[in-house]
T-cell receptor
């Protein structure tokens, strides 16, 4: 069965610093890969998605993610973090059909 | 309109009550979902409707009863809930039905407390 691992429960970054959130997946083939963001008490919003093609994917709000098949990873990056980026970030996989499996999430704190 | 609207935003109910959660989207999406999210946990899939037919039931207890009256509406009927059912209930929709790689559009959720 497919699974998603986000090894960092929480990360603290200074405003203006760069960010990288890690995600590893377990699946025999390349699944559909996603990053979602959730602010407290809110629903999830899609940041970006990857299935095939260019392994560097651009998303909304200045985020990007890089797919590395050899490492089964799909890490999320942002060159300069803003205070408004503080939220919970979920990596997710879909191997076809309706089931999207979410990782445990990484909580991002931004300090001034 | 790219919104999924959920009502109510907050709900407190006793274990003997019957209540319903409502979800609405006007994006023409043909798949609609219910997720349950406990505090500090990821969302967990409960039900999926595709073209107004129940497609997935993730072995959810019968005290949760979904309904899809039409392609824009999704309800979740609640009866005889337990305190451990307290959670954020998220509705989502997606454009295509079952092709994989679905981009999910989420509502803001209903925060449910069962006393």
């Amino acid at each position: 069965a497919q699974s998603v691992t986000q090894p960092d429960i929480h990360i603290t970054v200074s405003e203006g610093a760069s960010l990288e959130l890690r995600c590893n997946y377990s699946y025999g083939a390349t699944p559909y890969l996603f990053w979602y963001v959730q602010s407290p008490g809110q629903g999830l919003q899609l940041l970006l998605k990857y299935f095939s093609g260019d392994t560097l994917v651009q998303g909304i709000k200045g985020f990007e993610a890089e797919f590395k098949r050899s490492q089964s990873s799909f890490n999320l990056r942002k060159p300069s973090v803003h205070w408004s980026d503080a939220a919970e970030y979920f990596c997710a996989v879909n191997t076809g059909g309706f089931k999207t499996i979410f990782g445990a999430g990484t909580r991002l704190f931004v300090k001034a | 309109d790219t919104e999924v609207t959920q009502t109510p935003k907050h709900l407190v109910m006793g274990m003997t009550n019957k209540k319903s959660l409502k979800c609405e989207q006007h994006m023409g999406h043909r798949a609609m979902y219910w997720y349950k999210q406990k505090a500090k946990k990821p969302p967990e899939l409960m039900f999926v409707y595709s073209y107004e037919k129940l497609s997935i039931n993730e072995s959810v207890p019968s005290r949760f009863s979904p309904e899809c009256p039409n392609s824009s509406l999704l309800n979740l009927h609640l009866h005889a809930l337990q305190p451990e059912d307290s959670a954020l209930y998220l509705c989502a929709s997606s454009q295509e039905a079952g092709g994989g790689g679905e981009k999910l559009f989420f509502g803001s959720g209903t925060q449910l407390s069962v006393l």
